[in-house]
């Protein structure tokens, strides 16, 4: 099996899948701030119909109730999940517009919550793509790709045994050329301190353009200014060309370091939408950001009640290309 391998997030969409908060257990206080992010950050991809199709996928009946109060522009899809973390449970969409459907395992094992296994294939289903069962296990938020057939990773998360043990780094390589056609694998070290995905990339490094990555620039008493450091080196090794934003440095919740970056941000057809957190860095990281994308709006919202949960608004979303 061969594939067109995605194309980069910049290019077309016709739509996007967003995850809707839909489990007060899981949530608890911050279910409607949460909720009400998540329909700002929809708000702000749909553009008043400039953008494009929002896709607001809930849980049940009463999730799906409040997104149309609260988001009356998106279409809305029930379908039943753990959580509202699609790009890492849903399908991933090739350039010939054909779905890839990987393993899910609670990001090794760690949140086992019914419905993110299989809420990927419902999704190809209901929207008539074509979709391919991979047998391995692959998160959307461990590999950022540029279009051409490059894509970036990192070992934390990709060769973690917690993942695929019996699967090598060759082995790794070989189903990222197979089932997603990637051309080239850039390997990067560890993610950020404390990201509970294993290091996922998309808090690290994205692509802004072909053979171009965006990553952090370390701000003061920032935790994870060596992971910044190694990535860089490692993608000026690659021959990667490489931009950086600020970080919004040690972001604090309840005392404990989180993995909060600017980084998961999500690039739609009209807008680029900014995770932001109250820090110092928040309006230097929106003006560098709307400098590599100057033919679309960025916009920076806060995702204090998202980044609860553990991710932002690129966690929360994934793209069907046009």
């Not at 999704?123 to 991979?134: D, V």
């Not at 590999?143 to 973690?160: A, F, M, S």
């Not at 993610?191 to 692509?207: E, I, M, Q, S, Y």
């Not at 400098?291 to 980044?307: K, M, N, Q, S, Y």
Request: a negative charge.
């Amino acid at each position: 099996m061969s594939a067109a391998p995605p194309p980069a997030e910049w290019s077309a969409h016709a739509a996007v899948w967003i995850g809707f908060p839909s489990h007060a257990e899981l949530w608890q206080d911050d279910l409607e701030p949460a909720r009400e992010e998540v329909a700002a950050f929809a708000r702000a991809i749909h553009a008043e119909g400039r953008g494009e199709t929002v896709v607001l996928v809930c849980a049940d009946s009463e999730a799906a109730d409040a997104a149309r109060a609260l988001a009356p522009f998106a279409d809305i899809e029930v379908q039943p999940f753990g959580d509202i973390w699609l790009r890492d449970t849903g399908p991933i969409v090739t350039g010939d517009g054909s779905a890839r459907l990987f393993r899910f395992n609670g990001w090794g094992g760690k949140y086992d919550l019914p419905g993110d296994d299989t809420v990927g294939a419902r999704l190809a289903e209901a929207r008539g793509l074509a979709a391919t069962a991979c047998d391995w296990v692959l998160e959307g938020g461990a590999i950022d790709g540029d279009g051409t057939g490059t894509v970036v990773t990192t070992e934390q998360c990709l060769l973690n045994r917690n993942r695929n043990p019996d699967l090598t780094r060759d082995g790794v390589e070989q189903r990222l050329r197979d089932d997603l056609g990637f051309t080239r694998v850039v390997w990067l070290g560890e993610g950020l301190l404390n990201d509970h995905t294993d290091g996922h990339v998309d808090n690290l490094a994205r692509f802004v353009a072909p053979g171009r990555v965006a990553i952090p620039a370390p701000a003061d008493n920032d935790p994870n200014w060596q992971v910044y450091a190694h990535a860089r080196r490692d993608l000026t090794a690659a021959g990667l060309e490489v931009v950086t934003i600020p970080s919004p440095g040690r972001v604090l919740r309840d005392e404990e370091v989180v993995p909060a970056s600017y980084m998961n941000f999500y690039i739609g057809n009209a807008a680029v939408v900014v995770p932001l957190y109250g820090s110092d860095n928040d309006q230097a990281a929106v003006a560098a950001i709307q400098a590599l994308f100057p033919d679309r709006e960025v916009t920076g919202l806060r995702a204090d009640a998202i980044l609860t949960g553990g991710g932002s608004f690129h966690c929360i979303s994934q793209q069907v290309p046009a």
